[in-house]
């Protein structure tokens, strides 16, 4: 099992900034992709930025430029600083992992959320 604990949402005025981390605990052989997802009011869960399998990342149109993410040595801490927000960024974000066990399956893990709220 892997726990992951997220920090850093809020509210904050559009033209600002947040950083939000998320750290991976527990049980596994390694982490093989870690990311953030946001799922606005009604609709499913989509990819803002992570770090994918093969170390690159991958980001959403609608962030580039203003999000980055960065990760730890351990590649267990990933950390997403957004800058430039827009009230459309406006959502509850989750980490994702996925990690190996001993089996080397990968298996998928989230957090619980954090909202974020851009708004005047």
């Known amino acids: 099992q892997v726990q992951l604990v997220e920090s850093g949402g809020g509210l904050v005025q559009p033209g600002g900034s947040l950083r939000l981390s998320c750290a991976a605990s527990?049980?596994?052989?390694?982490?093989?992709?870690m990311g953030w997802y946001l799922q606005p009011p009604g609709n499913e869960r989509e990819l803002v930025a992570t770090f994918t399998s093969s170390g690159s990342t991958m980001y959403a149109e609608s962030v580039k430029g203003r999000f980055t993410i960065s990760r730890d040595n351990a590649k267990t801490t990933v950390s997403l600083q957004m800058n430039n927000l827009e009230p459309g960024d406006t959502a509850v974000y989750y980490c994702?992992?996925?990690?190996?066990?001993?089996?080397?399956?990968?298996?998928?893990?989230w957090g619980q959320g954090t909202q974020v709220t851009v708004s005047a």
């Open positions: 527990g049980r596994f052989f390694r982490i093989n992709s």
């Open positions: 994702y992992a996925g990690a190996r066990d001993s089996s080397w399956k990968v298996n998928d893990y």
